[in-house]
């Protein structure tokens, strides 16, 4: 009974984790770029949820050295003890957090919870989680919609021409999906959108 409990509980905790990472904004965009080149399932939302993984775990890697260097270290050599290793450890996320928040939505969450506000550091855990996943929900939407415009333009494009020949009985998905594709596969294109998202976190500061 026990042991069920604690992996009903560790079911739950790893989902939340994972929301406390940039998982979240690199599922989003993958999620649109794939939209936006017409494919409805390659790549598979397994290989897109294990990219998100991936690069999520390279792109916090300066805030895991930190959680490794001043919590599971100083644990595992019995210098301090196991409520003071889970502090040390949410330091550095909970500061990679605060930089990748909107203020306005942390504002916002901190009036609905009745909280009162006194300073970001001071900020309680649920209001902080809930505030930064919604700014990732947000963030990752607006970078999916700048990157699916150049896509409708290949959409309209074909389309036009399509019309222009008489060919309206042909789908234009048919013409413009394996243009994108192409375009996207010479661009280089999931190197570049790595690259961009991966630099939003490291202007907004980990």
């Known amino acids: 009974m026990n042991m069920l409990l604690l992996m009903s509980v560790w079911g739950l905790v790893v989902p939340v984790i994972l929301c406390m990472t940039p998982f979240l904004r690199l599922t989003i965009v993958f999620s649109v770029m794939r939209s936006a080149m017409g494919l409805n399932s390659v790549p598979s939302s397994k290989v897109l949820a294990a990219m998100a993984l991936i690069v999520s775990m390279f792109i916090m890697n300066p805030v895991l050295t930190k959680v490794y260097d001043n919590a599971y270290l100083p644990y595992s050599n019995s210098e301090i003890g196991a409520p003071q290793a889970l502090d040390a450890a949410m330091k550095p996320m909970r500061t990679f957090m605060l930089n990748q928040t909107r203020p306005e939505y942390l504002k916002a969450f ?33 970078i999916g919609f700048f990157l699916y415009v150049p896509f409708v333009v ?39 959108v790595i690259d961009g998202v991966s630099k939003s976190f490291f202007l907004g500061g980990i």
């Open 154 to 192: 290949v959409d309209l494009i074909v389309s036009s021409i399509l019309m222009a020949l008489g060919m309206m009985m042909v789908s234009p998905m048919i013409i413009s999906t394996p243009i994108k594709i192409i375009l996207f596969v010479l661009c280089h294109g999931w190197l570049y």
């Open 110 to 142: 901190l009036e609905m919870s009745g909280e009162a506000y006194t300073t970001k550091e001071k900020v309680s855990y649920p209001v902080l989680i809930v505030s930064y996943m919604v700014s990732e929900l947000q963030t990752g939407l607006t």
